[in-house]
């Protein structure tokens, strides 16, 4: 018996769609920032399955077809393709999202933002098994009640600063809680994916780099933290003769109504206006020195004119 893999169930399914419902799906795949417009269209479900499959490695390309066929309203198509494939064994590996260029992308998904935290009260799963330790839930945050494989397929550099803060916490202290404990796990588990390792080293010099930025005259020192130039200081940012960055400063400006409160782009827009501010004051004094000495200069011509005269 031929064994049923991912591309094969999938291409069978999308083989299964009408014209137009083939159509919708190929439209609704679009939705996906993997997904570029010249990849789908006049493509053959052949085709648009080879590109599901190497968009989306491993289960994420199963899960994806499953998604956009249920949101289509083909929903016999998706239960026959769920119950070809439920034999797939979930290895408790995350499936990491990418942007066109490849990147780890980390920004939060589309599902991210509409989840609402579970406040229950959740019990601890300690293991060290890898697939166990997926399915464990985080006890805190935002996305409490969440498993930590949705947090890492999910918002990655958000889980990212949590570790690196935990890591940071257990520096100064021993302590076994329960909660403790579950930012252990948590920590165990998303360290295991190099991936994540190198978001978190970025999270840790973030936060050491805040450390510094609290010292009186250092706040430039702080790294902006988020965007395409995150790995840049404040301070560097604002002083940048780059006419990208310029633009950049310049759009940040212009989000001071719309930032989020709290947030690591609030702090650099706090601290560009500032700096904008001492500018500006500086500017001033600059000018009214100026105005100043042609002023006693003219004064000091005048007399010396006045002097000149008499003398004649």
Request: proline share 2%.
């Amino acid at each position: 018996m031929v064994q049923t893999t991912v591309r094969g169930a999938v291409a069978e399914a999308l083989e299964d769609l009408s014209k137009i419902d083939f159509d919708k799906f190929s439209h609704r795949l679009l939705d996906y920032p993997e997904i570029r417009r010249r990849a789908v269209e006049g493509k053959s479900f052949l085709q648009i399955t080879e590109l599901l499959v190497s968009t989306f490695p491993g289960a994420r390309a199963l899960k994806v077809t499953l998604e956009i066929l249920r949101l289509i309203n083909c929903n016999e198509v998706a239960e026959k393709l769920d119950s070809k494939t439920e034999a797939f064994q979930d290895n408790g590996d995350p499936t990491f999202r990418k942007n066109s260029d490849g990147d780890l992308d980390l920004d939060p998904s589309q599902e991210a933002p509409n989840y609402a935290p579970d406040n229950r009260s959740l019990t601890a799963a300690l293991s060290l098994g890898n697939v166990n330790l997926s399915m464990c839930t985080i006890q805190f945050g935002k996305y409490k009640g969440q498993t930590f494989k949705w947090l890492l397929e999910n918002d990655v550099n958000y889980t990212a600063y949590l570790v690196a803060n935990h890591q940071v916490e257990r520096q100064h202290s021993t302590c076994q809680s329960q909660l403790m404990a579950n930012k252990d796990s948590l920590t165990q588990y998303a360290m295991a994916y190099p991936e994540v390792l190198k978001v978190v080293r970025f999270q840790l010099s973030y936060l050491e780099a805040k450390e510094r930025s609290c010292q009186s005259g250092k706040e430039g020192m702080a790294l902006v933290g988020f965007g395409r130039h995150r790995s840049l200081t404040l301070q560097d940012l604002y002083n940048s003769k780059n006419t990208d960055i310029i633009s950049y400063v310049n759009y940040l400006r212009g989000m001071k109504s719309a930032c989020k409160k709290g947030s690591r782009m609030e702090d650099a827009i706090r601290y560009i206006f500032q700096r904008h501010k001492k500018k500006a004051v500086r500017k001033r004094k600059t000018k009214r020195k100026q105005v100043h000495n042609t002023r006693r200069q003219s004064t000091s011509t005048s007399r010396m004119h006045k002097e000149n005269a008499k003398k004649k």
